[in-house]
């Protein structure tokens, strides 16, 4: 026999709930967890509870005005998505004035040095090649009198004859390309683009002007070739401009002392020189050009000059662009073990790619020199990200399909190149002007006070509903027990897949959420009363209210929903977190409203003390219900 309207089976709802709670902790103790038992059950925590880093970002302009409003909040939502991809929750994007863009990334130690490059990706022909260190000084003809101390002075041949050793070198330390998929070369993790300085510290032991590394700051005010060529003079800029090949100083001395102003310029004043001057000054050395202000070489149509790793190479202009590609991703490559980023073109990049290819396979009209050739005599294809060649391998057929990026990369730097290639290049170009590392001792603090105020909040809560509705304050505690394990379990588990992270505001949303919860044990007991007071019998009373009170249920929870998922739309940072904290424990909130306190309320109507004044709140409901339905006699006089 079925059960009337309204009635349930309360021990087939307490088992679903008992079964939802199974897989969510069986998630929280093994579904990628690792560790201890007690780190396993860690949620994931915010950048203003275990602390992280913080970095300003400027935007600079040519003429240092500040960047359009449209562009910097395009630059900031490229940054956010460049963020996000990296598996980050919880990171703060905002801007800030009329130029800067902060970023806020819990957890300590996070590398935020590339999140701001422009990442421009160009593929250019390489077209000659060079060694890109401290140029080599003649040495001077050692007279009879410093005959003892001319000795030395074969310790330096070497490096002389290490110079034009550079020209020849990358197409030795270049490893065949292969066609089809894998596209591009992949190089000899000995090549020298797997030893970039990260510094400057090579010349600036040697060259005082190599000290001065940061290009200047918008406010100096923008560099013209103008002024370089009054700063070097005009005999070195006619001797500059003569070259026709890279100065060789032990050839010609006297060239070196002409040359000699310009090992003084700053990586802003090398970046207005033209590609031929970089290339054939020997003092316009790598640590120079890879210090030149981000951006300096984006026009696709020009001739630049770029440096892999120590040598410096003369590039053609851009005939495959960033845009080109239509996707990116951080592979492993089977045959190489090596990490790698494979791209897709677009259909116009494709056909540009190809065509790219074709030139560099065929050396059409011998455009590349001797120096520039692969081990085969092939030309090579510079791939160029900013100001950096990140890859040079050598072309040994034409490539139609898919290619790859091949470097000295690791799964991480694999994919955030990756990211940066997919999401497009910033339409600003900004330099780091400020970076730290935020305790987490106040955020520490931010926690336990946040727990605080949980718990006190619960306890009010609770004492409020044991005080007004004794037996049935019970439920209410037991529902919010539930709940928060609820909460809790799905906070370690979004942790882990989805990357949540729960912040001060977040416990503030939980907080909020126990209001919410609140009332919907008022608007259910109310209205069993109500029923009791109208004569209905404590099982049936219990039916009738539920399905009265129900409706009323859903919508204020929906509302407090609806209004969740609004502010989590168009809010951002930590709002975002308040906003989906608030979310999820509402959803949570009516899982428990329906699969625990009804059932229970069902299965306690069955007792005596369910109506007992003593017990709960409902006997004395019960009793006026008796007064008012009893009919009042009213005695009769009797007649004399």
């Not at 040519?62 to 562009?71: L, Y």
């Not at 897709?344 to 030139?359: K, N, Y």
């Not at 439920?475 to 588990?493: K, T, W």
Request: with cysteine.
């Amino acid at each position: 026999m079925a059960p009337p309207q309204g009635q349930m089976r309360p021990g087939r709802q307490l088992a679903v709930l008992g079964l939802i709670f199974a897989v969510l902790y069986l998630m929280v103790f093994f579904a990628g967890a690792s560790g201890s038992w007690q780190e396993r059950l860690e949620p994931k925590l915010g950048l203003d509870l275990i602390g992280g880093t913080r970095v300003t970002l400027e935007a600079t302009t040519e003429d240092g005005s500040p960047p359009p409003a449209a562009s910097l909040e395009r630059a900031r939502g490229i940054i956010e998505n460049r963020v996000n991809s990296l598996g980050v929750s919880e990171a703060e994007v905002v801007t800030e004035g009329d130029r800067n863009i902060v970023v806020s990334l819990p957890g300590q130690n996070r590398d935020l040095n590339e999140i701001g490059n422009a990442a421009e990706l160009r593929f250019r022909k390489v077209l000659k090649a060079t060694d890109g260190g401290e140029p080599v000084q003649p040495q001077p003809t050692p007279t009879p009198s410093e005959g003892a101390d001319a000795s030395p002075s074969p310790g330096t041949s070497p490096e002389a004859e290490a110079s034009p050793g550079a020209d020849a070198s990358p197409g030795a330390e270049e490893s065949p390309a292969t066609g089809g998929e894998g596209g591009m070369a992949q190089p000899d993790p000995s090549e020298p683009a797997a030893e970039p300085s990260p510094d400057p510290s090579p010349s600036a032991e040697a060259s005082p002007a190599a000290t001065a590394t940061p290009a200047p700051a918008p406010a100096d005010g923008p560099v013209d070739l103008a002024a370089v060529q009054a700063t070097v003079g005009e005999q070195a800029w006619a001797a500059a401009t003569a070259l026709q090949a890279p100065a060789d100083f032990s050839a010609d001395p006297a060239l070196a002392d002409t040359l000699r102003p310009f090992g003084e310029l700053t990586p802003a004043q090398v970046r207005v020189l033209p590609p031929q001057v970089q290339y054939n000054v020997p003092y316009v050395t790598c640590d120079k050009l890879l210090l030149r202000q981000p951006g300096s070489i984006r026009d696709a149509s020009q001739q630049v000059v770029a440096c892999e790793g120590l040598i410096k190479y003369l590039l053609d202009e851009a005939k495959v662009v960033g845009t080109d590609v239509s996707d990116a991703s951080g592979v492993l490559d089977q045959t190489t073990s090596q990490w790698v980023v494979s791209l897709s073109f677009t259909g116009s990049g494709q056909r540009a790619w190809t065509e790219l290819t074709r030139e560099a396979f065929n050396n059409t009209d011998q455009e590349c020199d001797a120096s520039a050739l692969g081990q085969d005599g092939k030309c090579r294809v510079a791939v160029v990200l900013d100001n950096e060649v990140i890859s040079s391998p050598e072309i040994q057929g034409v490539l139609t399909g898919d290619s790859q990026i091949t470097g000295d990369f690791t799964n991480e730097t694999a994919n955030e190149l990756a990211s940066n290639l997919r999401y497009g290049a910033l339409p600003l170009t900004f330099e780091q002007q400020e970076a730290q590392s935020i305790s987490a001792t106040l955020g520490v603090e931010q926690l336990r006070a946040g727990l605080l105020a949980a718990g006190i909040g619960m306890l009010l809560v609770a004492i409020y509903a044991f005080f007004y509705y004794r037996l049935l304050g019970t439920v209410i505690f037991f529902s919010l027990i539930l709940s928060g394990l609820l909460v809790f379990g799905a906070l370690v588990v979004l942790g882990r897949q989805i990357g949540f992270t729960l912040t001060l505001a977040g416990i503030a949303g939980f907080i909020v959420s126990l209001g919410v919860a609140a009332d919907s044990f008022v608007i259910y007991f109310e209205r069993l009363k109500d029923e009791i007071r109208e004569g209905r019998s404590p099982r049936s009373a219990v039916s009738r209210a539920w399905i009265r009170a129900r409706r009323t249920i859903i919508s204020a929870n929906a509302i407090t929903l609806m209004a969740a998922v609004v502010l989590y739309i168009v809010s951002v940072g930590t709002v975002k977190g308040f906003a989906f904290a608030l979310g999820l424990a509402t959803v949570l909130d009516l899982v428990v409203v329906f699969l625990f306190r009804h059932p229970i309320m069902s299965m306690l109507a069955r007792t005596r003390a369910f109506l007992s004044p003593r017990v709960s709140g409902l006997g004395r409901a019960a009793r006026s219900a008796d007064e008012e339905s009893t009919p009042v006699r009213t005695p009769r006089v009797k007649e004399a």
